[in-house]
Protein backbone atom coordinates (compact mmCIF):
# COMPACT_ATOMS: atom_id res chain seq x y z
CA UNK A 1 0.00 0.00 0.00
CA UNK A 2 2.40 2.43 1.13
CA UNK A 3 4.91 1.45 -2.43
CA UNK A 4 1.44 2.18 -4.45
CA UNK A 5 1.11 5.55 -2.69
CA UNK A 6 4.43 6.65 -3.43
CA UNK A 7 3.72 5.28 -6.87
CA UNK A 8 1.28 7.57 -6.64
CA UNK A 9 2.39 11.10 -5.95
CA UNK A 10 5.50 10.48 -8.46
CA UNK A 11 2.54 9.65 -11.11
CA UNK A 12 0.93 12.97 -10.23
CA UNK A 13 4.52 14.98 -10.46
CA UNK A 14 5.40 13.14 -13.39
CA UNK A 15 2.20 13.72 -15.22
CA UNK A 16 1.40 17.61 -14.51
CA UNK A 17 5.08 18.10 -15.39
CA UNK A 18 3.95 16.08 -18.77
CA UNK A 19 0.88 17.78 -19.26
CA UNK A 20 2.78 21.68 -18.45
CA UNK A 21 5.22 21.04 -21.12
CA UNK A 22 3.01 19.96 -23.79
CA UNK A 23 0.98 22.72 -23.39
CA UNK A 24 3.52 25.13 -23.44
CA UNK A 25 4.68 23.29 -26.90
CA UNK A 26 1.13 23.73 -28.01
CA UNK A 27 1.45 27.72 -27.14
CA UNK A 28 4.53 28.02 -29.04
CA UNK A 29 3.00 26.18 -31.85
CA UNK A 30 0.71 28.26 -31.86
CA UNK A 31 2.59 31.73 -31.60
CA UNK A 32 4.33 30.47 -34.45
CA UNK A 33 1.33 29.91 -35.96
CA UNK A 34 0.23 33.30 -35.73
CA UNK A 35 3.33 34.63 -36.71
CA UNK A 36 3.65 32.85 -39.66
CA UNK A 37 -0.12 34.02 -40.54
CA UNK A 38 0.64 37.78 -40.09
CA UNK A 39 3.96 36.95 -41.97
CA UNK A 40 2.01 35.55 -45.18
CA UNK A 41 -0.40 38.16 -44.58
CA UNK A 42 1.68 41.47 -44.82
CA UNK A 43 3.67 39.46 -47.70
CA UNK A 44 0.29 39.32 -49.82
CA UNK A 45 -0.66 42.94 -48.88
CA UNK A 46 2.73 43.58 -50.54
CA UNK A 47 2.47 41.60 -53.32
CA UNK A 48 -0.54 43.44 -54.06
CA UNK A 49 0.47 46.39 -53.70
CA UNK A 50 2.84 45.66 -55.95
CA UNK A 51 0.52 44.58 -58.38
CA UNK A 52 -1.32 47.78 -58.29
CA UNK A 53 1.41 49.66 -58.61
CA UNK A 54 2.53 48.07 -61.85
CA UNK A 55 -1.31 47.69 -63.60
CA UNK A 56 -1.40 51.99 -62.55
CA UNK A 57 2.03 52.80 -64.02
CA UNK A 58 2.29 50.60 -66.77
CA UNK A 59 -1.57 50.47 -67.48
CA UNK A 60 -3.22 53.55 -66.25
CA UNK A 61 -0.28 55.52 -66.35
CA UNK A 62 0.65 55.13 -69.73
CA UNK A 63 -2.90 55.32 -71.24
CA UNK A 64 -2.57 59.06 -69.40
CA UNK A 65 0.45 59.91 -71.01
CA UNK A 66 -0.76 59.08 -74.72
CA UNK A 67 -4.18 61.01 -74.22
CA UNK A 68 -1.73 63.93 -73.33
CA UNK A 69 -0.02 63.15 -76.84
CA UNK A 70 -3.09 62.57 -78.63
CA UNK A 71 -4.06 65.83 -77.30
CA UNK A 72 -0.97 67.93 -77.52
CA UNK A 73 -1.63 66.59 -81.44
CA UNK A 74 -5.27 68.01 -81.44
CA UNK A 75 -4.32 71.47 -80.06
CA UNK A 76 -2.43 71.34 -83.44
CA UNK A 77 -5.23 71.57 -85.13
CA UNK A 78 -7.11 74.56 -86.24
CA UNK A 79 -10.52 72.80 -85.02
CA UNK A 80 -9.67 73.59 -81.13
CA UNK A 81 -7.94 76.54 -79.85
CA UNK A 82 -5.26 76.10 -77.22
CA UNK A 83 -7.04 77.81 -74.33
CA UNK A 84 -9.69 75.48 -74.45
CA UNK A 85 -7.03 72.41 -74.25
CA UNK A 86 -4.58 74.52 -71.84
CA UNK A 87 -7.11 73.48 -68.63
CA UNK A 88 -7.34 69.85 -69.53
CA UNK A 89 -3.89 69.54 -70.66
CA UNK A 90 -3.60 70.97 -66.73
CA UNK A 91 -5.54 68.33 -65.42
CA UNK A 92 -4.02 65.58 -67.43
CA UNK A 93 -0.40 66.62 -65.80
CA UNK A 94 -2.26 66.49 -62.49
CA UNK A 95 -3.64 63.27 -63.00
CA UNK A 96 -0.46 61.36 -64.00
CA UNK A 97 1.67 63.41 -61.40
CA UNK A 98 -1.37 61.68 -58.94
CA UNK A 99 -1.05 57.60 -60.66
CA UNK A 100 2.67 58.50 -60.34
CA UNK A 101 2.72 59.20 -56.91
CA UNK A 102 0.00 56.19 -55.75
CA UNK A 103 2.33 53.89 -57.85
CA UNK A 104 5.56 55.41 -56.36
CA UNK A 105 3.63 55.14 -52.70
CA UNK A 106 2.70 51.60 -54.02
CA UNK A 107 5.80 50.64 -54.91
CA UNK A 108 9.04 52.51 -53.94
CA UNK A 109 11.62 51.55 -57.03
CA UNK A 110 14.34 53.22 -55.29
CA UNK A 111 13.64 50.56 -52.30
CA UNK A 112 13.95 47.62 -55.19
CA UNK A 113 17.03 48.97 -56.89
CA UNK A 114 19.55 51.29 -54.35
CA UNK A 115 17.99 49.66 -50.87
CA UNK A 116 16.60 50.69 -47.95
CA UNK A 117 18.57 53.76 -46.80
CA UNK A 118 18.49 55.32 -50.63
CA UNK A 119 14.82 54.72 -50.23
CA UNK A 120 14.37 56.30 -46.98
CA UNK A 121 16.53 59.29 -47.65
CA UNK A 122 14.47 59.67 -50.82
CA UNK A 123 11.06 59.39 -48.97
CA UNK A 124 11.56 61.90 -46.56
CA UNK A 125 12.90 64.12 -49.25
CA UNK A 126 9.92 63.70 -51.68
CA UNK A 127 7.63 64.11 -48.30
CA UNK A 128 9.60 67.51 -48.08
CA UNK A 129 8.99 68.92 -50.93
CA UNK A 130 5.63 68.02 -50.63
CA UNK A 131 4.73 69.55 -47.34
CA UNK A 132 5.98 72.67 -45.17
CA UNK A 133 7.36 70.53 -42.60
CA UNK A 134 11.44 70.50 -42.17
CA UNK A 135 12.33 66.18 -42.23
CA UNK A 136 15.33 65.74 -41.43
CA UNK A 137 17.33 62.38 -42.73
CA UNK A 138 20.22 61.12 -40.15
CA UNK A 139 22.35 58.24 -40.79
CA UNK A 140 25.03 56.48 -38.86
CA UNK A 141 26.94 53.31 -39.61
CA UNK A 142 28.12 51.56 -42.78
CA UNK A 143 23.90 50.00 -44.38
CA UNK A 144 23.93 46.50 -44.22
CA UNK A 145 21.83 44.88 -47.27
CA UNK A 146 18.73 42.96 -45.63
CA UNK A 147 16.18 40.66 -47.46
CA UNK A 148 14.21 42.68 -49.27
CA UNK A 149 10.66 41.32 -47.57
CA UNK A 150 12.60 42.88 -44.21
CA UNK A 151 13.59 45.85 -46.28
CA UNK A 152 10.03 46.73 -47.43
CA UNK A 153 8.30 46.28 -43.82
CA UNK A 154 10.56 48.55 -42.47
CA UNK A 155 10.08 51.19 -45.25
CA UNK A 156 6.13 50.68 -44.46
CA UNK A 157 7.24 51.53 -41.03
CA UNK A 158 8.77 54.73 -41.12
CA UNK A 159 6.36 55.71 -44.10
CA UNK A 160 3.42 55.12 -41.80
CA UNK A 161 5.29 57.07 -39.21
CA UNK A 162 5.84 60.16 -41.11
CA UNK A 163 2.29 60.10 -42.55
CA UNK A 164 0.92 59.85 -39.15
CA UNK A 165 3.09 62.84 -37.80
CA UNK A 166 2.05 65.23 -40.53
CA UNK A 167 -1.79 63.91 -41.10
CA UNK A 168 -2.48 63.52 -37.51
CA UNK A 169 0.12 64.73 -35.39
CA UNK A 170 0.04 67.81 -37.51
CA UNK A 171 3.78 68.56 -37.06
CA UNK A 172 5.99 70.92 -38.49
CA UNK A 173 9.21 69.10 -37.73
CA UNK A 174 10.29 65.48 -38.15
CA UNK A 175 13.64 63.35 -37.82
CA UNK A 176 14.49 60.19 -38.99
CA UNK A 177 17.74 59.20 -37.49
CA UNK A 178 19.17 55.72 -39.04
CA UNK A 179 21.83 53.91 -37.21
CA UNK A 180 23.67 50.82 -38.55
CA UNK A 181 25.31 48.54 -35.89
CA UNK A 182 24.57 44.86 -34.85
CA UNK A 183 21.04 45.66 -34.95
CA UNK A 184 19.08 48.59 -37.35
CA UNK A 185 17.41 51.20 -35.23
CA UNK A 186 15.34 53.70 -36.37
CA UNK A 187 13.91 56.32 -34.33
CA UNK A 188 11.14 58.98 -35.86
CA UNK A 189 10.39 61.92 -33.58
CA UNK A 190 8.35 64.77 -34.28
CA UNK A 191 6.99 67.85 -32.46
CA UNK A 192 2.99 67.41 -33.05
CA UNK A 193 0.07 66.77 -30.99
CA UNK A 194 1.84 64.36 -29.34
CA UNK A 195 0.03 62.21 -26.76
CA UNK A 196 -0.34 61.69 -22.93
CA UNK A 197 1.50 58.64 -21.22
CA UNK A 198 -2.21 57.36 -19.76
CA UNK A 199 -3.77 57.53 -23.36
CA UNK A 200 -1.53 55.36 -25.82
CA UNK A 201 -2.28 55.78 -29.62
CA UNK A 202 -4.15 53.28 -30.56
CA UNK A 203 -5.57 52.60 -34.06
CA UNK A 204 -5.14 50.35 -37.19
CA UNK A 205 -2.09 51.91 -38.79
CA UNK A 206 -0.10 51.66 -35.15
CA UNK A 207 -1.53 48.26 -35.13
CA UNK A 208 0.46 47.56 -38.35
CA UNK A 209 3.72 48.94 -37.74
CA UNK A 210 3.64 46.71 -34.22
CA UNK A 211 2.81 43.42 -36.62
CA UNK A 212 5.23 44.30 -39.30
CA UNK A 213 8.00 44.96 -36.45
CA UNK A 214 6.86 41.79 -34.83
CA UNK A 215 7.50 40.34 -38.29
CA UNK A 216 10.49 41.42 -38.19
CA UNK A 217 11.66 39.71 -34.66
CA UNK A 218 12.24 43.46 -33.42
CA UNK A 219 10.61 46.14 -31.25
CA UNK A 220 8.81 48.97 -31.61
CA UNK A 221 8.04 51.28 -29.45
CA UNK A 222 6.04 54.61 -29.40
CA UNK A 223 6.34 57.41 -25.98
CA UNK A 224 5.47 61.14 -25.98
CA UNK A 225 8.81 63.07 -26.90
CA UNK A 226 9.57 66.19 -24.22
CA UNK A 227 8.40 68.83 -24.96
CA UNK A 228 5.15 68.40 -27.32
CA UNK A 229 5.45 65.07 -29.97
CA UNK A 230 5.67 61.50 -29.99
CA UNK A 231 8.96 59.35 -30.69
CA UNK A 232 9.00 55.91 -32.42
CA UNK A 233 12.21 53.60 -32.13
CA UNK A 234 12.31 50.80 -33.99
CA UNK A 235 15.23 48.00 -33.48
CA UNK A 236 15.55 45.32 -35.86
CA UNK A 237 17.82 42.72 -35.68
CA UNK A 238 20.54 42.22 -38.68
CA UNK A 239 20.96 38.76 -38.05
CA UNK B 1 11.50 3.06 26.27
CA UNK B 2 12.03 3.43 22.89
CA UNK B 3 8.06 2.85 22.28
CA UNK B 4 7.77 5.80 24.98
CA UNK B 5 10.11 8.15 23.06
CA UNK B 6 8.25 7.18 19.96
CA UNK B 7 4.99 8.63 21.94
CA UNK B 8 6.65 11.72 22.63
CA UNK B 9 8.39 12.13 19.13
CA UNK B 10 4.90 11.96 17.26
CA UNK B 11 3.21 14.43 20.43
CA UNK B 12 6.19 16.84 19.06
CA UNK B 13 5.28 16.54 15.41
CA UNK B 14 1.69 17.41 16.32
CA UNK B 15 3.45 20.31 18.55
CA UNK B 16 5.33 22.00 14.89
CA UNK B 17 2.28 21.41 12.99
CA UNK B 18 0.37 23.69 15.18
CA UNK B 19 3.19 26.31 15.82
CA UNK B 20 3.83 26.90 12.06
CA UNK B 21 0.10 26.56 11.48
CA UNK B 22 -1.51 29.16 13.84
CA UNK B 23 1.66 31.63 13.73
CA UNK B 24 0.08 34.78 12.01
CA UNK B 25 -2.91 32.67 12.68
CA UNK B 26 -5.27 35.67 10.94
CA UNK B 27 -3.07 35.73 7.45
CA UNK B 28 -3.64 32.25 7.08
CA UNK B 29 -5.76 30.69 4.78
CA UNK B 30 -8.78 28.37 6.23
CA UNK B 31 -7.35 25.13 5.30
CA UNK B 32 -3.60 25.73 7.23
CA UNK B 33 -5.99 26.59 10.21
CA UNK B 34 -7.77 23.50 10.18
CA UNK B 35 -4.37 22.24 9.62
CA UNK B 36 -3.27 24.10 12.73
CA UNK B 37 -6.00 22.79 15.08
CA UNK B 38 -5.42 19.41 13.78
CA UNK B 39 -2.28 19.22 15.44
CA UNK B 40 -3.59 21.29 18.50
CA UNK B 41 -6.05 18.60 18.48
CA UNK B 42 -3.53 15.70 18.56
CA UNK B 43 -1.20 17.47 21.23
CA UNK B 44 -4.39 18.12 23.27
CA UNK B 45 -5.34 14.60 23.57
CA UNK B 46 -1.73 13.34 24.00
CA UNK B 47 -1.36 15.42 27.21
CA UNK B 48 -4.72 13.93 28.04
CA UNK B 49 -3.65 10.18 27.66
CA UNK B 50 -0.18 11.11 29.21
CA UNK B 51 -2.78 12.78 32.18
CA UNK B 52 -4.58 9.56 31.99
CA UNK B 53 -1.11 7.40 32.57
CA UNK B 54 -0.18 9.38 35.47
CA UNK B 55 -2.94 9.71 37.52
CA UNK B 56 -6.03 7.60 36.63
CA UNK B 57 -4.15 4.41 35.45
CA UNK B 58 -4.78 4.33 32.34
CA UNK B 59 -8.31 3.82 32.35
CA UNK B 60 -9.69 6.47 30.00
CA UNK B 61 -6.90 6.17 27.22
CA UNK B 62 -9.19 4.07 24.60
CA UNK B 63 -12.17 6.25 25.02
CA UNK B 64 -9.67 9.22 24.39
CA UNK B 65 -8.26 7.03 21.26
CA UNK B 66 -11.21 6.48 20.13
CA UNK B 67 -12.65 10.41 20.30
CA UNK B 68 -9.56 11.16 18.92
CA UNK B 69 -9.68 9.05 15.83
CA UNK B 70 -13.31 10.47 15.31
CA UNK B 71 -12.04 13.93 15.70
CA UNK B 72 -9.45 13.85 13.61
CA UNK B 73 -11.13 12.24 10.87
CA UNK B 74 -13.89 15.27 10.66
CA UNK B 75 -11.26 17.60 10.65
CA UNK B 76 -9.28 16.03 7.88
CA UNK B 77 -12.40 16.01 5.92
CA UNK B 78 -13.28 19.82 7.06
CA UNK B 79 -9.75 20.45 5.37
CA UNK B 80 -11.03 19.01 2.67
CA UNK B 81 -13.82 20.57 2.18
CA UNK B 82 -12.29 23.56 2.67
CA UNK B 83 -9.95 23.01 -0.44
CA UNK B 84 -12.32 21.53 -3.16
CA UNK B 85 -14.51 24.29 -4.78
CA UNK B 86 -16.50 21.93 -6.48
CA UNK B 87 -20.16 21.51 -5.04
CA UNK B 88 -20.07 17.90 -5.80
CA UNK B 89 -16.69 17.19 -4.37
CA UNK B 90 -17.93 18.56 -1.25
CA UNK B 91 -21.52 16.99 -1.06
CA UNK B 92 -19.67 13.33 -1.42
CA UNK B 93 -17.31 14.84 1.44
CA UNK B 94 -20.18 15.29 4.27
CA UNK B 95 -21.79 12.42 3.07
CA UNK B 96 -18.85 10.41 4.04
CA UNK B 97 -18.44 12.24 6.85
CA UNK B 98 -21.56 11.37 7.84
CA UNK B 99 -21.33 7.67 6.99
CA UNK B 100 -18.69 7.72 8.80
CA UNK B 101 -19.85 8.59 12.15
CA UNK B 102 -22.96 6.15 11.42
CA UNK B 103 -20.34 3.51 11.43
CA UNK B 104 -18.48 4.61 14.34
CA UNK B 105 -21.76 4.13 16.54
CA UNK B 106 -23.00 0.98 14.99
CA UNK B 107 -19.42 -0.32 15.61
CA UNK B 108 -19.27 0.73 19.19
CA UNK B 109 -22.96 -0.63 19.48
CA UNK B 110 -22.74 -3.80 18.00
CA UNK B 111 -19.55 -5.05 17.22
CA UNK B 112 -17.76 -3.31 20.16
CA UNK B 113 -14.60 -6.44 19.93
CA UNK B 114 -13.66 -5.19 16.64
CA UNK B 115 -14.64 -1.25 17.05
CA UNK B 116 -10.71 -0.45 17.30
CA UNK B 117 -9.75 -1.79 13.95
CA UNK B 118 -13.30 -0.61 12.11
CA UNK B 119 -13.24 2.95 13.46
CA UNK B 120 -9.32 3.40 12.34
CA UNK B 121 -9.16 0.98 9.03
CA UNK B 122 -12.59 2.95 7.57
CA UNK B 123 -11.01 6.38 8.99
CA UNK B 124 -7.90 5.35 6.53
CA UNK B 125 -9.42 4.52 3.58
CA UNK B 126 -11.46 7.67 3.89
CA UNK B 127 -8.37 9.58 3.99
CA UNK B 128 -6.66 7.24 1.23
CA UNK B 129 -10.00 8.26 -0.95
CA UNK B 130 -10.00 11.53 -0.30
CA UNK B 131 -6.50 12.01 -0.88
CA UNK B 132 -7.21 10.56 -4.61
CA UNK B 133 -9.80 12.11 -5.43
CA UNK B 134 -7.91 15.40 -4.63
CA UNK B 135 -5.21 14.37 -6.56
CA UNK B 136 -7.62 13.36 -9.15
CA UNK B 137 -8.76 17.05 -8.50
CA UNK B 138 -5.37 18.60 -8.74
CA UNK B 139 -4.81 17.06 -12.53
CA UNK B 140 -8.10 18.16 -13.72
CA UNK B 141 -7.64 21.66 -12.61
CA UNK B 142 -3.71 21.85 -13.63
CA UNK B 143 -2.35 24.24 -12.14
CA UNK B 144 1.33 26.03 -13.62
CA UNK B 145 2.56 26.50 -10.61
CA UNK B 146 5.44 24.07 -9.58
CA UNK B 147 3.38 21.52 -7.54
CA UNK B 148 6.06 21.39 -4.91
CA UNK B 149 5.45 24.61 -4.03
CA UNK B 150 2.19 24.31 -3.10
CA UNK B 151 1.00 23.26 0.16
CA UNK B 152 -1.74 21.11 -0.47
CA UNK B 153 0.15 19.05 -2.85
CA UNK B 154 2.34 17.90 0.83
CA UNK B 155 -0.56 18.02 2.86
CA UNK B 156 -2.72 15.79 0.16
CA UNK B 157 0.52 13.11 -0.06
CA UNK B 158 1.42 13.21 3.16
CA UNK B 159 -2.29 12.29 3.91
CA UNK B 160 -1.95 9.02 1.34
CA UNK B 161 1.25 8.09 2.06
CA UNK B 162 0.65 8.16 6.08
CA UNK B 163 -2.83 6.67 5.91
CA UNK B 164 -1.92 4.33 3.21
CA UNK B 165 0.78 2.52 5.50
CA UNK B 166 -1.63 2.36 8.99
CA UNK B 167 -4.74 1.20 6.62
CA UNK B 168 -2.89 -2.69 6.99
CA UNK B 169 -1.35 -2.05 10.64
CA UNK B 170 -5.72 -1.60 11.65
CA UNK B 171 -7.32 -3.58 9.37
CA UNK B 172 -5.29 -6.71 10.68
CA UNK B 173 -5.00 -4.74 14.45
CA UNK B 174 -6.63 -8.06 16.15
CA UNK B 175 -4.90 -10.66 14.14
CA UNK B 176 -1.63 -9.02 14.59
CA UNK B 177 -1.81 -8.67 18.54
CA UNK B 178 -3.44 -12.65 17.81
CA UNK B 179 0.45 -13.83 16.18
CA UNK B 180 2.72 -11.30 17.95
CA UNK B 181 1.03 -10.72 20.73
CA UNK B 182 3.33 -7.74 22.99
CA UNK B 183 5.95 -7.54 19.80
CA UNK B 184 2.67 -5.30 19.04
CA UNK B 185 4.33 -2.65 20.47
CA UNK B 186 7.72 -2.40 17.81
CA UNK B 187 5.39 -2.38 15.33
CA UNK B 188 3.43 0.62 16.86
CA UNK B 189 7.00 2.38 17.71
CA UNK B 190 7.41 2.38 13.59
CA UNK B 191 3.88 3.84 13.29
CA UNK B 192 4.47 6.41 15.96
CA UNK B 193 7.84 7.44 14.19
CA UNK B 194 5.97 7.09 10.78
CA UNK B 195 3.37 9.20 11.87
CA UNK B 196 5.92 11.92 13.13
CA UNK B 197 7.28 12.24 9.51
CA UNK B 198 3.88 12.82 8.75
CA UNK B 199 3.52 15.99 11.03
CA UNK B 200 6.98 16.63 9.87
CA UNK B 201 5.60 16.95 5.86
CA UNK B 202 2.52 18.29 7.11
CA UNK B 203 4.77 21.20 9.05
CA UNK B 204 6.62 22.05 5.41
CA UNK B 205 3.24 22.40 3.87
CA UNK B 206 2.55 24.85 6.90
CA UNK B 207 5.87 26.51 6.01
CA UNK B 208 5.60 26.53 2.27
CA UNK B 209 2.40 28.76 3.16
CA UNK B 210 4.12 31.03 5.81
CA UNK B 211 6.81 31.70 3.12
CA UNK B 212 4.28 32.40 0.73
CA UNK B 213 2.83 34.84 3.43
CA UNK B 214 5.65 36.68 4.24
CA UNK B 215 6.81 37.07 0.52
CA UNK B 216 3.61 38.78 -0.36
CA UNK B 217 4.03 41.28 2.29
CA UNK B 218 6.99 41.88 1.67
CA UNK B 219 6.13 42.45 -2.25
Redesign the interface.
Known amino acids: ??I???G??FF??F??KR??EA?LREQNLEVMYQQKMMEAALESQESERKRVAADLHDGIGAMLSAVRMNLGTLARTESVSAETIQPVKTMLDETIESVRKISRDLLPSTLEKFGLNVALKEMCERFQSLTEAGITYTEHGEAVPMEKSREIFVFRIVQELINNALKHANASAISVQVTWGSQLTIVVTDNGKGFSPDDQPKGLGLFNMQNRARVLHGTFIIEPHKPSGTKATLTVPLT | MIFDISNYVQGTGSLIISLICLKRYRDKPNYIKVLGFYGLNSVVFTLFQEISALFFENQHIDTLAHAYVLLECILLSFLYYLIISNKRFRKVIVFSVLLYCTIYIFSFLFFSKSAHSIIRSVRDLQMIIFSMAYFFYLLHELSEDNLMRFPMFWINSATLVFFSGTFILSYFREYIIAMIGDGIADYWTFRNFFRFAFCLVLAYAGWLNLQSIRAQKSG
Open positions: MLLAGIVVLYQMLR
